[in-house]
């Protein structure tokens, strides 16, 4: 290999490295506005579904709250994923994006388990609605 493409092989690596780490860096600034909007979301949806004992509203509350440890998760696992490689992971550690991407969907999963069996229990002990003008 000649001199010249050992210098061109080294400006695309350096190159790469960039992209990857503006990209870390949207992902951690679009996380952090997600996180911000769930938790504001969260607590509002929540007081209004205590408010007017609604499961539906409440679910939904819950909902945001994963989506906000959803985006936290997200974040650490882009910058684990991003660190350098090192002589224990030459290839470098792409795969904590997965494991977190792992992490996420157990959470959904759950939040969803959740739901269905608040919502089961609603039906077979249903409660009469009752509309306040608060609530309205």
């Given at each position: 290999?000649?001199?010249?493409?050992?210098?061109?092989?080294?400006?695309?690596?350096?190159?790469?490295?960039?992209?990857?780490?503006?990209?870390?860096?949207?992902?951690?600034?679009?996380?952090?506005?997600?996180?911000?909007?769930?938790?504001l979301l969260a607590g509002f949806k929540g007081a209004v579904g205590l408010t007017?004992?609604?499961?539906?509203?409440?679910?939904?509350?819950v909902n945001n709250l994963s989506d906000a440890l959803s985006s936290v998760i997200?974040?650490?696992?882009?910058?684990?994923?991003?660190?350098?490689?090192?002589?224990?992971?030459?290839?470098?550690?792409?795969?904590?994006?997965?494991?977190?991407?792992?992490?996420?969907?157990?959470?959904?999963?759950?939040?969803?388990?959740?739901?269905?069996?608040?919502?089961?229990?609603?039906?077979?002990?249903?409660?009469?609605?009752?509309?306040?003008?608060?609530?309205?």
């Open positions: 290999m000649s001199e010249e493409q050992n210098e061109q092989n080294i400006k695309d690596i350096h190159k790469i490295r960039q992209e990857q780490i503006a990209r870390g860096r949207i992902i951690v600034r679009t996380s952090a506005i997600g996180i911000a909007v769930n938790i007017t004992n609604s499961i539906a509203i409440l679910l939904d509350a997200t974040v650490a696992g882009a910058k684990l994923a991003g660190r350098k490689p090192d002589w224990k992971h030459p290839f470098g550690h792409g795969r904590y994006e997965y494991f977190s991407a792992m992490i996420i969907a157990a959470i959904v999963f759950y939040a969803g388990l959740t739901s269905l069996w608040e919502s089961v229990k609603k039906i077979i002990e249903p409660e009469m609605a009752t509309y306040t003008p608060i609530s309205l």
